[in-house]
Nanobody, 126 residues
Framework: QVQLVESGGGLVHAGASLRLSCAASKRTSGTYTMAWFRQAPGKEREFVAS??????????DFVKGRFTISRDNSDNSKNTVYLQMNSLEPEDTAVYYC?????????????????WGQGTQVTVSS
């Protein structure tokens, strides 16, 4: 069992930056692919970005070079995944979820991720 705890959300103005963090609790979680998804009110949860254990990344098209995913595996008892978000837009308003352990071929699909955090709210005002 892997516990994921997100932090770093908040209310910002358009154009601002935020950095989200996701702490994964298990020692071996450093070997897992991790990802960020988001869900806006009335919409389905959608893929934002993912990072493998060796640092390979994938991004949703709407990221447009504004977001950067990274991870820190230096602590053997846990590992942390970050999402640096720059040039935020009101359309980025959503609950952002950390996901861990990809179980299927399509990393953009919610059903192929085993563990989820509780989410952190990001609100961008115009």
């Amino acid at each position: 069992q892997v516990q994921l705890v997100e932090s770093g959300g908040g209310l910002v103005h358009a154009g601002a930056s935020l950095r989200l963090s996701c702490a994964a609790s298990k020692r071996t979680s450093g070997t897992y692919t991790m990802a960020w998804f988001r869900q806006a009110p009335g919409k389905e949860r959608e893929f934002v970005a993912s990072v493998t254990s060796v640092g390979s990344t994938n991004y949703a098209d709407f990221v447009k070079g504004r977001f950067t995913i990274s991870r820190d595996n230096s602590d053997n008892s846990k590992n942390t995944v970050y999402l640096q978000m720059n040039s935020l837009e009101p359309e980025d308003t959503a609950v952002y979820y950390c996901a861990g352990v990809r179980t299927g071929p399509d990393y953009t699909k919610v059903l192929y991720w085993r563990y989820w955090g509780q989410g952190t709210q990001v609100t961008v005002s115009s």
